[in-house]
């Protein structure tokens, strides 16, 4: 709650009329607070338009209307007797109240939040997904670690051909190329044709990626 805001809400609170509170709600105000009498008596002609008698007269009926008393139980006790000084009482007073109703509000605002009705269910859900999102790193020497939830990379497919019996006659310095095992590439959509849609594919082949 602002500090002008609670002022008014007292003045109402206090039936202060505020056409005539205009010398309580300045006064009282954040920045006057720190003013002796003395200091803000030099400013009230250019803050309310008013002279030193009228603004002590209405300073008077600010100190009634916030005094305790029969008709006003809730007031200031403080200022239910003469004494000097009643500027710092009612200050002390009001920021008391100002600090009181400032945490019940607070209080407030905690308890509607709690009573909002939390699908716990649909939390859990959705701290379960977001666990279960696996992140692909780039390589940190090539351009930094950059971070990406998915990556498709494409990926061949070959058709094995089977290896024919070794030719005893090879030389022994070709004999490496008795265990080169011979690939095909094969175009995706081919293979999805053929293999996949109208099985034409020997038992004997065998496609890998």
């Not at 002022?7 to 206090?14: D, G, V, W």
């Not at 709600?25 to 009228?54: A, G, H, M, N, P």
């Amino acid at each position: 709650m602002l500090w002008d805001k609670f002022l008014i809400q007292m003045a109402n609170e206090h039936d202060y009329d505020l056409s005539k509170a205009d010398v309580f709600l300045v006064r009282f105000k954040e920045q006057y607070q720190e003013f002796t009498e003395s200091e803000f008596k030099k400013i009230i002609k250019e803050l309310l338009f008013i002279d030193e008698d009228l603004y002590k007269k209405r300073m008077s009926v600010v100190y009634k209307k916030f005094a305790q008393s029969k008709e006003n139980p809730t007031g200031c006790p403080e200022l239910a007797y003469n004494g000097p000084h009643k500027f710092n009482k009612l200050l002390a007073w009001l920021k008391k109240k100002y600090s009181e109703r400032s945490a019940t509000q607070a209080d407030n605002l905690l308890l509607s939040r709690s009573s909002i009705p939390i699908d716990w269910q649909q939390v859990c859900c959705e701290v379960l997904k977001n666990q279960q999102k696996q992140w692909l790193t780039t390589c940190s020497l090539a351009s930094g670690d950059r971070q990406m939830l998915d990556m498709y990379m494409p990926l061949g497919l070959v058709e094995r051909k089977k290896l024919p019996r070794p030719n005893p006659d090879i030389p022994s310095e070709r004999g490496s190329e008795l265990y080169e095992e011979k690939i095909t590439p094969i175009e995706h959509e081919v293979f999805f044709a053929q293999v996949l849609k109208q099985g034409q594919s020997p038992k004997s082949r065998v496609f890998r990626t």
